[in-house]
């Protein structure tokens, strides 16, 4: 299989994180037969520096004419200055719309490994399996009108949740199929008490979840669900939300299994797939060598599962990343008092190496 992909590093942590997940899928590549097509662009403010655009024409480009895209991380607070077109989220709202990739999943897993890393006791933090699908091109974040105006001192600022009941069915359907695939389990999250554009969302996904007699539906508030998130984290199994309750909760959800660095993401539905580690720039610790790579990793699990049905990759790399994390391995993320700490690299050629072990393990290639 040609494996057609288009690589966007970004800021901060982005380019450290994505060269072990470039690492990993080379390795996967060579050990399941695939040919390998990488292009490299900028986007975010890296593209913003090289080209004043956060999004250029040929880095779009590029994304449309590949058959899967993998993004580090954008943005950070050196791009503040610029105004709200320039700056780099905006590349990246525009990237999404342009794919079409109105699905995001976002899974949080706690790995048993991982338990004593959660901020939470282990008893309750044990079987945490979720995936979160966001509603990626609708809502606050693309709702019109939005402005700010009047004079310093007394400006006032207008922002729009908007949505239509096609765009509420169309992300209802992906959160009860997956269901099926999984618990036959679908929370609803919404503020429907308040917000007529949540009982809308309400009255559409209660409408849809009718043609799925198999799949239990249930509707939370979303406060009353962020409450849940950490109490009783492994009730849930796809938890179904509008655009900026999924954005707030699935961070909550990475530090419920004990790391954001933990969190892949997988945007689709539209022409060409879009993964990335759930955690951003963190410009804080950029350059340092110690960010954590397992979500942009676990990304390109994702990307080769739903872009290329590579269900076996993906399950090479997913146990991969178990057995590593068994074993003990931690970056500084993930770390407790005493414990040694990998650097980004390090943990990225121990996925490699295990990858490799999988791959023989399983007859992929010859002992040697």
């Known amino acids: 299989m040609l494996l057609n992909i288009t690589v966007l590093p970004g800021d901060g942590v982005g380019p450290e994180v994505t060269d072990e997940a470039v690492r990993v899928l080379e390795s996967v590549a060579q050990l399941f037969g695939h040919q390998l097509s990488l292009a490299r ?28 895209v993998l993004l580090g991380a954008v943005g950070g607070p050196s791009f503040d200055k610029f105004p709200s077109h320039l700056r780099p989220e905006s590349g990246l709202l525009r990237l999404r719309r342009a794919l079409g990739v ?113 799949v239990k539906l249930s509707h939370m508030y979303v406060d009353s669900a962020a409450m849940a998130l950490v109490t009783n984290p492994s009730d849930f199994d796809v938890l179904l939300t509008e655009n900026m309750f999924g954005d707030i909760l699935s961070d909550q959800a990475g530090g419920i299994v004990g790391s954001l660095g933990m969190l892949a993401s997988a945007s689709v539905g539209g022409r060409v797939g879009l993964y990335e580690p759930v955690h951003g720039s963190a410009p804080d610790i950029a350059g340092k060598g110690v960010a954590n790579p397992l979500g942009a990793i676990l990304s390109v699990a994702m990307l080769l599962r739903h872009s290329f049905q590579g269900n076996e990759e993906a399950q090479c790399i997913e146990t991969s990343v178990s057995t590593v994390l068994a074993a003990g391995n931690r970056t500084r993320d993930l770390a407790k008092a005493g414990q040694s ?28």
């Open 102 to 214: 109105f699905a995001n999943l976002r899974p949080a897993v706690c790995f048993s490994s991982l338990e004593d890393c959660s901020p939470l006791r282990s008893e309750i933090v044990r079987g945490t399996n979720m995936v979160i699908v966001r509603e990626l091109l609708g809502g606050i974040y693309f709702g019109e009108p939005r402005h700010t105006q009047g004079s310093a001192g007394n400006r006032s600022a207008t922002d729009t949740m908007r949505y239509s009941e096609p765009e509420i069915e169309r992300i209802a359907h992906v959160a009860f199929e997956l269901a099926r695939s999984r618990r036959h389990k679908v929370t609803s999250v919404d503020k429907a008490n308040v917000l007529d554009c949540s009982r809308l969302w309400r009255g559409v996904v209660s409408r849809v979840g009718q043609q799925y007699a198999d």
């Open 41 to 68: 662009k900028d986007v975010g403010g890296a593209a913003l520096l090289s080209a004043n655009d956060p999004l250029p024409d040929d880095t779009l480009q590029a994304c449309l004419a590949s058959d899967a």
């Open 341 to 368: 700490v990998l650097t980004t690299r390090e943990m990225g050629h121990k996925i490699t190496d295990a990858v490799r072990k999988y791959a023989t393990a399983t007859s992929r290639v010859p002992v040697t």
